[in-house]
């Protein structure tokens, strides 16, 4: 009985069930319990751990979510390299490679294929032993394994740990008890190396958020995992569902079992999620079978793949055939095609961004391609559309890759699709605003300049209201639209719109600018369509607690280009208060690459950007009002150093004070990388007591080298 038991049983019993239906939850796709159930039984492990902090452990179920990393990502070696694959992309190249297999092992030998879909995600290595990335080391008394690191592929040699973002994602274990150790016939310390992706669904549900928040959506699933792993707020990676797939089993660097297709049992039984499209065939007609039959399952797997990967099956043969350059002989990648379909390209639209900038976006005959509507495709901006050579009435081939937006790849010519007629006319006036367009030299698009264009206005109260930005509940599309005195229809009424598209306006505006949201009043919002007092407050408390936000909040609501989540959280913290930061980015500093260059990872492009936004008196007006209103425009300082960014140490010898590992670290906080050769590239050598060979590999070759104290001023 559950009253018997002592706290820390209790736990440990809770924490089995929980990461057993999770197990059933992510990996095998069959959850025996309800969300609600779920979340019963974690909200008593919470409960329990919350009474009993001493018993709080790291691969507890409840700390998915931990803590930020404080320094952004460190960088580490892989134990063997990442690397990429060779291509195919047609059943000749792919016998061709076949062939070339056959031919590098004794033709007594048969060779079986293991077949496995191409993930559309990026790869990441997951190390596990008996400690944790939190030092402990349960696994040394229990024989269970835990999940010591995570890295990217990076350069394919080294990696960025992001650990804590990898601890998020569900189908990753975060232990494997003994027990399943023993099953798969595991080792206590192994690396698995896999896939991790964005599921579609959860793509689909962030570009709807990024572009209430007018953001640009991601460009596809893949780029919004790339981007995710690397976000550096674990929360919001959790929020994301990343999902894991696992395709390799190493120890030191060196697979661990003798077949690729017993690897992935092993996997499997030890509790990663193991896509189950797999196959170990015996013939390259077979594999041919195998894509043929995985091609069509692209539009309803709920993840995307752009292709079929083949692996020789045993490892000794792999490792006889060995790699050519940055891939392995033993393995290829089979590309689908992209998905593509002919339609008639009716009319061109423009639209006006936040940043004034205007998008074509065709307007085409509503096409089926792979299992999708397509009636929109983006034309990107007026030099794509004169390099297409389209015009109105054109039959176009589109294609539709996991991109959010279908392209249109090039206009199609024969007598059954006969050449529109009508030239595609790039406005020279603003559609909303009518404000004359221009263009930046150098830059392919056109803008609209007008800060008070009620298209960007409206899109600047959007993006400053978005989740993510200001988190202001109820201000969405409707309610922007109204406060600007503009129909609620807006969006979805054509009648809202007038025949040059600008939005109808039916009432004085209540707002012009993001300042003017704080000035609102009750009375204002009561006299608004379908607007109760219930809304009225419940907008009027939201607007309020934004104002508490913080400085990183405020520099991205405020839409500067190029600057996103990660830059104005890195500017906040650099600079500490908005008054600092806007004293030191002046167009002065920013020609003398001066104090926002200096922020980690803020390059010129950044820094004139800033710099023009703050050169605007509008804007200026507009920080001042938000500070007067009382909004929150400090951050805690966090001093970040890249001195040493793009340089590469080589360690020797014993140093008088740092310990090897104290020196690594601190090269690679200051951004630089320690390697454990010398060669040419090598920018310093550090050598202490009893140096060897490297420093005199470093003197014959001219590399400069250091001692401790020469590494510590260089430091700083
Ligand atoms: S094997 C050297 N297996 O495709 C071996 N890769 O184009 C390379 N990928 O970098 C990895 N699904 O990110 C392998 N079942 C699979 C895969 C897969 C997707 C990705 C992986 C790799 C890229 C190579």
Redesign the pocket.
Known sequence: MASELTPDQAIQELRDQLRHHEYLYYVEDAPELTDAQYDALMNRLKGLEEKHPELVTADSPSQRVGGKPKEGFTKMPHSRP????D?AYNEEELRAWDQRVRDALPSTEAVRYVC????????LALQYGAGSDKGEAHGAKDGSAHLVRGLT?GDGSIGEDVTSNVRTIRSVPLSISAAKLKAAGLPHSFEV?G?VVLPQASFLKLNEEREAAGQAPAANPRNAAAGTIRTLEPNIVAQRRLDFYA??LLRDGEFLLPQQSTALDALKTSGFRV?KYVRALKSIDEVVKFIADAEPLRDSLGYEIDGV?I?VDATAQQRRLGFTGK??RW?I?YKFAARAGITKLEDVLFQVGRTGKVTPVAALAPVLIGGTTVSRATLHNADEIARLGVRIGDFVQVERGGDVIPKIVEVVEDKAHPRGTKEIAFPKSCPVCTSELQRIEGEVDWRCVNNSCPARVREELLHWSARGVMNIEGLGDAMVAQLLGQSAELGGDPEAVTEEGAPVVVRKPLIHTIGDLYRLKREDLLGLERVGEKTADALLEQIKRSKDGGLARVLLGLGIRFVGERTAQLLAEHFGSMDELMTEATQEAVQASEALEAVNEVGPKVAQAIAEFFAVEKNKDLVKDLAALGLEMTAEKRVTTSTLEGLTFVLTGTLPNLTRESAKEKIESAGGRVSGSVSKKTSYVVAGEEAGSKLDKANSLGVKVLDEAGLLELLG
């Open positions: 990442m690397l990429s694959l291509n496995e879909l191409k993930l559309d995600g990026l790869s592929r190396r896939e395709y390799f896509n990967v692996k891939a392995p393995a990648a």
